[in-house]
C-alpha cells in the first residue's frame, strides 16, 4: 500500500464524510482538498466560486501537487480533481486512489437536495452527460473501486475500502 490514500468520486457521493471517518480508523490526516483551496483563492484574492472551470482546475491542480510530501494520510479531492493531469499524476505517485461510486440516480438525488451546488464542467451539459463522462475519467484513474449503491452506511463503505486496501 502507498503511504496516502486519495478519495475521488463525483461531488456529493461522499468522499468528505468517508474521508473524516476513514482517516480516525487508519490512524491517518485527513485533508480536504476543497478547503486547502479556499484558503489558497483568498491568497491569490480570488474567489474561488467565480473562476473560469479552467482557472478552477488549475487551483486544484496547484493545492494538489502541494501534498507531495504528505504521509499517512487520507486526501479527500474535489470532484473535478480528474480533470488535472498534474493533480492525478501526483496522486497516483503517492496514494492509492479509491473511486467512491455511486448510481447516478443516487447522485442525483443527493445533488438535487443540497441545491445544486457548483460543478465543474456542467456547462450547456445535462447531469447524466457529466455523469457518464466522470465515471470514465474516475474509472481510469482508481486503483480501487468502492460501490456504494448496494450498501450506503457509512460503516460499511470505510470497512470495504479498509478490507480492498489489505489487498491491494
Ligand atoms: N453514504 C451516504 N448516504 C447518504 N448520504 C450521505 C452519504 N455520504 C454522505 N452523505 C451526505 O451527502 C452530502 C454530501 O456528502 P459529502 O460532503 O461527504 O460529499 P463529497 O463527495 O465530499 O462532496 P463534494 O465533492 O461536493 O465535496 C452530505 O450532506 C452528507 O451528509
Ligand atoms: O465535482 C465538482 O465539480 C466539484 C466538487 C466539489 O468538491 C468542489 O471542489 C467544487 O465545487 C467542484
Ligand atoms: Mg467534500
Known amino acids: 500500500m502507498r503511504k496516502n490514500l486519495a478519495l475521488i468520486g463525483m461531488a456529493g457521493v461522499g468522499k468528505s464524510t468517508t474521508g473524516k471517518s476513514l482517516a480516525e480508523q487508519l490512524g491517518y490526516d485527513c485533508i480536504e482538498c476543497d478547503s486547502l483551496m479556499t484558503i489558497e483563492a483568498q491568497k491569490r484574492g ?7 472551470d479552467a482557472d478552477f482546475i488549475a487551483l486544484e491542480g ?5 501534498l507531495a510530501n504528505a504521509e499517512r494520510t487520507v486526501i479527500d479531492t474535489g470532484g473535478s480533481a480528474v480533470y488535472s493531469a498534474d493533480a492525478m499524476r501526483l496522486l497516483k505517485t503517492i496514494a492509492t486512489t479509491v473511486y467512491l461510486k455511486d448510481s447516478i440516480e443516487d447522485i442525483k438525488q443527493r445533488f438535487i437536495a443540497r441545491g445544486q451546488p457548483h460543478v465543474v464542467g456542467i456547462g450547456a451539459r445535462t447531469f447524466e452527460e457529466l455523469f457518464l463522462e466522470r465515471n470514465c ?4 484513474y ?5 460501490d456504494i449503491s448496494t450498501h450506503p452506511a457509512l460503516a460499511h463503505t ?4 479498509v478490507d ?3 489487498q491491494n
Open 158 to 161: 470505510v470497512q470495504e475500502i
Open 137 to 140: 475519467l474516475y474509472e481510469q
Open 62 to 66: 496547484d493545492v494538489i501537487c502541494s
Open 46 to 52: 480570488v474567489n474561488k466560486f467565480l473562476l473560469s
Open 142 to 146: 482508481a486503483d480501487i473501486v468502492v
Open 164 to 166: 480492498a486496501l489489505g
